[in-house]
């Protein structure tokens, strides 16, 4: 059965203070790495794809990367508004539906 | 356009009750998707439509929960004899194609009482 594993599910930084969220996946033939980000009680925003292992993609002071197993969003000296919840969903060459996993909850103290 | 737009942005309604929410996607995108989330977890897939066609379902879609799109335009999802654990967060997601970015409507925040 196709996973999607996220982690930590939740992490408190300092502003300033550079960290990685996880998105370990199972999935076969995949096709496509999202990342989103959520605001509470909104849906979630489109941030990025990666389709290939080595592929690197940047916006802002995020950067996400991708391996044969797992992706990571890596945050450079991140501000509070950095604050949300990240998730990372995955497709498959077979299909057209977003396999998510469970999110991280990202706070950033100021 | 001003991306995906779903209504009612709330919806409370007693148990046994049926309801409706309708998603508007960008116009220019022939897939959209339903999603159903719940508090600290990811979105789940329901369905999905390539035009007015739906092309796949989740076994999570009960037959008490029926979807449309007629004429490839706007979506409606009707759930019937809401039950309490119907509770969530209802998404609905658009995309130009298969393996692209899917953009969200702000979603419909379903409470069954």
């Known amino acids: 059965e196709d996973q999607v594993t996220q982690s930590p599910e939740a992490l408190r930084l300092q502003e300033g203070e550079s960290s990685s969220l996880n998105c370990s996946y199972t999935?076969?033939?995949?096709?496509?790495l999202f990342w989103y980000r959520q605001d509470p009680g909104k849906g979630p925003e489109f941030l990025f794809t990666l389709y290939s292992a080595g592929e690197e993609k940047e916006k802002e002071r995020l950067k996400a990367t991708l391996t044969k197993k797992e992706s990571f969003l890596h945050i450079t000296a991140p501000k509070p508004e950095d604050s949300a919840t990240y998730l990372c969903a995955a497709t498959k060459a077979s299909g057209s539906r977003l396999t998510f996993g469970e999110g991280t909850q990202l706070t950033v103290n100021p | 356009d001003t991306g995906v737009s779903q209504n009612p942005r709330h919806k409370i309604t007693k148990r046994g009750q049926n309801v409706t929410f309708r998603c508007d996607p960008i116009?220019?995108?022939?897939?959209l998707y339903w999603y159903r989330q719940t508090l600290g977890q990811g979105p789940e897939f329901l369905t999905y439509f390539q035009n007015e066609a739906q092309l796949e379902k989740s076994r999570l879609l009960s037959d008490r929960f029926s979807a449309e799109r007629p004429k490839g335009s706007f979506s409606t999802l009707e759930i019937q004899r809401t039950e309490q654990g119907d509770s969530a967060m209802y998404l609905c997601?658009?995309?130009?194609?298969?393996?692209?970015?899917?953009?969200f409507g702000q979603g419909t925040r379903l409470t069954v009482v």
């Open positions: 116009s220019e995108h022939n897939r």
């Open positions: 999935v076969s033939g995949l096709r496509g």
């Open positions: 997601a658009s995309s130009y194609g298969p393996n692209t970015e899917a953009f």
